[in-house]
Nanobody, 116 residues
Framework: QVQLVESGGGLVQAGGSLRLSCAAS????????MGWYRQAPGKQRELVAT???????NYADSVKGRFTISRDNAKSTVYLQMNSLKPEDTAVYYC??????????WGQGTQVTVSA
């Protein structure tokens, strides 16, 4: 059974940093695409960043240059380093795992709140 457990969310002032982690189990982590999405109150869930098994990354324009996604296949963990945080980054952040066979798995989410 695939499980994704996020951690690292919290409350931070604007301009601060947070590092999110997502530990995966129950699958062959290294071959999967991993991603971070976020959902703010009253808004749709949106892509933040993805990283494929080879390490190539993709970012939403709103976070380019501030956020960095990375993965440690030995630890089956994906990270999201968030710097220069803004109040508009406030959201619940979700970890996504996509298998080569088209299966998507989501974590439970972790709250990130950025105060002005």
């Amino acid at each position: 059974q695939v499980q994704l457990v996020e951690s690292g969310g919290g409350l931070v002032q604007a301009g601060g940093s947070l590092r999110l982690s997502c530990a995966a189990s129950g699958s062959i982590f290294s071959i999967n695409t991993m991603g971070w999405y976020r959902q703010a109150p009253g808004k749709q869930r949106e892509l933040v960043a993805t990283i494929i098994y080879g390490g190539s990354t993709n970012y939403a324009d709103s976070v380019k240059g501030r956020f960095t996604i990375s993965r440690d296949n030995a630890k089956s963990t994906v990270y999201l380093q968030m710097n220069s945080l803004k109040p508009e980054d406030t959201a619940v952040y979700y970890c996504l795992q996509q298998t080569p066979w088209g299966n998507d798995y989501w974590g439970q989410g972790t709250q990130v709140t950025v105060s002005a």
